[in-house]
T-cell receptor
């Protein structure tokens, strides 16, 4: 089955730790995205990548980092510089990076800072 | 810059009643419009999208939406809701150009009761 997988489903982090969230897709999509979801805030874009080895900051990139070494993988690292990381994180992908291409979402990772 | 406003944060309805979830957008250029649904602790699923052509768009699960350019609206409707439609609904907008990501509204929680 084609789709997007995110792991882990739940993640707990101590203050001061970096953590990495995994996102993998087997849809052969060029573009991938990371969003953060907070209650009552909708989804906000963290980073996106239109092609391997290239990515751009979204609206709330501070305290996050990404890499795109393979077409199918787009991991997100939440660094200790992110002051309020507790949230639901969603990864998405689309065939191309243009707006006409539908974005498909993974099941999400819920990160909690202890 | 583009923006999306979902006019109701919560909409309670009884089963088999009609429902309308309101969405207004702001943009100085042509946009593409989307409605996504999110069930608890899951990712987002595309309900329908407007790219061009007919202003009445039909989607999955009996939902439809009408694009109104003069009122910059894209309201979502269903003539008869079911308990299983209880979820959060997001309206989103994007541009027809490379390197653009979705801009989401803050979401509307639809609660269907018997």
């Amino acid at each position: 089955d084609g789709g997007i997988t995110q792991s882990p489903k739940y993640l707990f982090r101590k203050e001061g730790q970096n953590v990495t969230l995994s996102c993998e897709q087997n849809l052969n999509h060029d573009a991938m995205y990371w969003y953060r979801q907070d209650p009552g805030q909708g989804l906000r874009l963290i980073y996106y990548s239109q092609i391997v080895n290239d990515f751009q900051k979204g609206d709330i990139a501070e305290g996050y980092s990404v890499s795109r070494e393979k077409k199918e993988s787009f991991p997100l690292t939440v660094t200790s510089a992110q002051k309020n990381p507790t949230a639901f994180y969603l990864c998405a992908s689309s065939l191309g990076g243009g707006g006409i291409d539908t974005q498909y979402f993974g099941p999400g990772t819920r990160l909690t800072v202890l | 810059a583009q923006s999306v406003t979902q006019l109701d944060s919560q909409v309670p309805v009884f089963e088999e009643a009609p429902v309308e979830l309101r969405c207004n957008y702001s943009s100085s250029v042509s946009v593409y419009l989307f409605w996504y649904v999110q069930y608890p602790n899951q990712g987002l699923q595309l309900l329908l999208k407007y790219l061009s052509g007919s202003t009445l768009v039909k989607g999955i699960n009996g939902f439809e939406a009408e694009f109104n350019k003069s009122q910059t609206s894209f309201h979502l409707r269903k003539p008869s809701v079911h308990i299983s439609d209880t979820a959060e609904y997001f309206c989103a907008v994007t541009l027809n150009q490379a390197g653009t990501a979705l801009i989401f509204g803050k979401g509307t929680t639809l609660s269907v009761s018997s």
